[in-house]
């Protein structure tokens, strides 16, 4: 057996939490906690010693007797913090794991794409979509029926964490310090501002975290069941930003048409991608991501017989989780002795970005 990886987890707040803490923790895991890093002085502590690993505020505040232990990091920090701790972790000579979105900007993620390819590290983007069993069981599905897909349309409708996570028993953070709360809106406002090419205004910025922290999901998942090349043909947004969408046309004129709307005024979630086929049409639905192991449903709907009636077969039952998969393979990548993930790498990061940033521009102008 291949010796387990070592993580430093940095950012311990939702996700850290809900889902890479208890895969770091688990048993037999070939990826394991080493150490916290969380800009709350609190919830550091509290979750080292709860855990029984070092911990600090900052990767910098790692002892270095700490740091040379050290494999990988596991960075599930807010969004600004991205690019600058990914640039340390590879500093280090690190292994990084990082939640989407890669940077803030296309420009952030060219140069984080340059900073992985001369550090010689796997880099892996938090995508968990990718490795959920129910979109692979689906393109196993049309190889193994010699078809093609015609179309997509995905449709989001999103309440937030909380009615999921209501009984979690979370470690709170609410001792980080004001100047990195202010630091990171500053730098999410200067982001938001480089992509429109204007000062930005209140509802842009909430249109513009809608776009790269929630569909971003979507598209990529989109690109890895037709990798073609795609344009933008439009992005809208409503609802103050949190709604907001994208059509594109892939190089074989495939239409693809996407919806994210955030409505915290529910507690239901729900995340369909209805995809057409030469064969028939796919319909998977995808639970809320903080419901770990839960199935993703897919069945396929056949094209109708010579009585008009269309043969109905539900195809996954699986309740891998994607959370853990994911981080799995991270792991077995490095290894492997490999330097780039199976999947996830930061150039498709940058393509993401890039598309949702065209996205949000187009948007922006209706």
Known sequence: MAEAIHAALVGAGLVGQVAHLQTLTAPGSPIRLAAIVDASPTRAAALGTAHHVPHATSLAGLADTVSASLDAVVIAAPDPAHHDLASTALGMGLHVF????????????????????????????????????????????????????TGIAVEVRDPDAAPFVRDFPFVPGTDVPSSVVEEG??????????????????????????YISALVHDLNL???LVPEAMRVEAGFTAMGGLQVGMHLRTASGC???????QDPSIADYEERFTVYTTRGVYEMVFPAPYLLHATTTLRRIDVKDATERSEIAFINDSTEEAFVLELHAFADAIQAGRTTPVANDVGEAVEDLRLLGEAFRLSRRN
């Open 98 to 149: 990082i939640e989407k979105p890669l940077a803030l900007t296309p420009t952030e993620g060219a140069a984080m794409q340059a900073a992985v390819a001369a550090s010689g590290r796997v880099c892996q983007v938090g995508y968990m979509k990718r490795f959920d069993p129910a979109p692979n069981a689906l393109l196993d599905d049309l190889l193994r029926r010699a078809a093609r897909i």
């Open 185 to 210: 809106a500053r730098r999410f406002a200067e982001a938001v501002a480089e992509v429109l090419g204007r000062l930005p205004e209140s509802s842009d910025a909430t249109a513009y975290a809608s």
């Open 222 to 224: 989109v690109r890895m």
């Open 255 to 261: 239409l693809i048409r996407m919806t994210h709307t």
